[in-house]
């Protein structure tokens, strides 16, 4: 009996993931992370924006002046509120591209046009839910530069309302998500609650030790809870964790690189790396988790 329910869910599943309508709205994702590849920053501001109001969204932008070690240079970080409530859960990504060793725009789909699309998915899902919380969708820019966009809106609005952080940065392919656990005591509850999420949607998570930075530092910085996001194929994943916490018997072949540090901030951070199934999943995944913290914090 279990074994044919399983069977019967499972055949129900395929034939729902092989409908037209799934591989259309896949293909759709994905062409709309593709609409990132631009020459300028500025270009991808103008992207984004223009997917948030066809989203139905009324965003807002929010200029600084960063710039890091580039030198002086206006950014722009927009934002979307849902919801209403003194206390915020901020949900995150940068938007902008890095630029490469040749000058030329990184494409930065996989870093970070993924992540952005993926939280435009999870904004629309979380607009019509009850929650206790505001939620703040922040778009950030000049992370690239050194977290310059996420420490300007710290500096601009504090983090005393916030209560919690998701941050998503290279999500775009597998269906592995990744966690950083290393951002403070104060992020445990934010980890747990990842974790639960995990669990209950038999989704395979992997949690990092040590994991690499983001804008997730900038407000762990600050004494924010957080945790950082991001999603690759499986393998890739726990090549990424021996990379990073493996040590000196992590295994891996002399000079081997996994494959997601052959892809960002190289010419190989391009469309073809992108899977749609992906920013669907990643979406959400971070809805979800939204929700959850909304409810466990209520
Ligand atoms: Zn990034």
Not at 110 to 138: C, F, M, Q, T, Y
Not at 271 to 289: K, N, P, R, S
Request: proline letters at 4%.
């Amino acid at each position: 009996m279990l074994f044919r329910s399983v069977l019967a869910s499972a055949v129900a599943a395929a034939a729902l993931l092989s409908t037209p309508a799934f591989a259309q709205d896949a293909e759709a994702l994905k062409a709309q992370v593709g609409a990132y590849v631009q020459p300028s920053n500025t270009e991808r501001m103008n992207v984004l924006v223009a997917q948030l109001r066809a989203a139905g969204f009324n965003p807002t932008v929010e200029t600084f002046e960063g710039g890091g070690r580039a030198g002086p240079m206006q950014g722009s970080n927009v934002v979307v509120t849902i919801g209403d409530g003194p206390k915020e859960i901020l949900l995150t990504a940068h938007y902008d591209a890095v630029k490469l060793r040749d000058g030329t725009m990184s494409q930065g789909v996989v870093d970070n046009a993924g992540s952005v699309v993926a939280l435009i998915e999870a904004a629309k899902i979380l607009r019509d839910k009850p929650l206790s919380h505001r939620v703040r969708v922040i778009f950030f820019d000049q992370e690239e530069l050194g977290l310059i966009g996420a420490r300007k809106w710290i500096e601009a609005h504090g983090v005393a309302n916030v209560v919690a952080v998701v941050n998503s940065d290279v999500a775009a392919y597998g269906d592995t998500m990744m966690y950083g656990q290393n951002n403070g005591a104060q992020s445990a509850f934010v980890t747990r609650a990842t974790q639960e999420l995990c669990a209950e949607r038999a989704l395979q998570c992997v949690g990092f030790p040590v994991y690499p930075p983001s804008d997730d530092r900038a407000f762990s910085a600050a004494g924010a809870p957080v945790v950082s996001l991001g999603f690759q194929d499986e393998i890739g994943a726990h090549q990424m964790w021996l990379a990073f916490n493996g040590g000196e018997d992590k295994g891996l072949a002399e000079g081997f690189t996994p494959k997601v540090f052959r892809v960002i901030h190289t010419k190989d951070d391009a469309i073809e790396a992108v899977e749609g199934a992906t920013i669907a999943l990643a979406g959400a995944t971070y809805a979800a988790l939204v929700q959850k913290l909304d409810a466990q914090l209520r």
